[in-house]
């Protein structure tokens, strides 16, 4: 398996770069995890649209989704039909309610993706990897996905947006590739009493550290404070497998 990080920004994109977007690829094609915004744009600077064999999406928060509407235009610019688009359970209303408001023609997607509602109690099996979820601590139902090839141990964790709670440190267990969102950076004043739906940067080392993996890609963060989330994300003795996520850059499980 080969990661591809296409966007890496946290809720709004870093200047010239897009929110969260990944590529998976396996021998047998590419998925494309999560489609925020300006991720079209980085997608066909890595591979023609041709060779993107599905298309699967955490949770239905803009940040996450918006870009299928970019991705559903350049699919029928190119006349290609039916896409295999992995949506978590309501994601086709979202999108659907989306299309509404914006004026975007609804039919239109449903040409060029073939829409598909996961179960996530169920593994789901795309182009030769299994793929297991668990439910997030966020403000809509999100799932955290661990991704992994019959023909191989190595596994890739995608926490997905977040808050902390103990069961994610079982499920990111000895992963090899850990990619984890470090949001909560910078800290709101202490007056302010507000619900948490990320992880600080500290809480994404915590993670790190308890569940033991061989290697983590700290991820959706504001690159304003880039190296303070890193430094506080590396913590004591984690600095030599702690890197931060960055644009069409690879990493080989």
Known sequence: MKLH???CSSVYPNRGQATSGYVLETTLGRLLIDCGHEVVSKLVEYCPLRDLTAVIVSHMHPDHYYGLFALSNRLHAERL??????LPPSGAKAIQGMAQV???????MLDCFELIEYNPTRPLLVIGLTIQMKQTRHSVNTYAMRLS??????HLVYTSDTAWFDELVEFCMGAHLL???ATYYPYPAA???????HL???EAGRLITESQVEKALVTHYDAKYSQAVLS???????TNHVVLAREHEEYVL
Request: proline residues 5%; without cysteine.
């Open 200 to 202: 600080t940067p500290e």
């Open 81 to 86: 039909r039916h896409l295999p688009l992995f």
């Open 179 to 181: 990619l984890v969102e």
């Open 232 to 238: 506080a994300a590396s913590g004591v003795g984690l």
């Open 102 to 108: 914006m004026g975007f023609d609804y039919d239109h």
């Open 5 to 7: 990080i296409l966007g």
């Open 149 to 154: 090839e019959s023909a191989s141990s190595n």
């Open 191 to 197: 007056s302010e009493s507000i619900e948490r739906w």
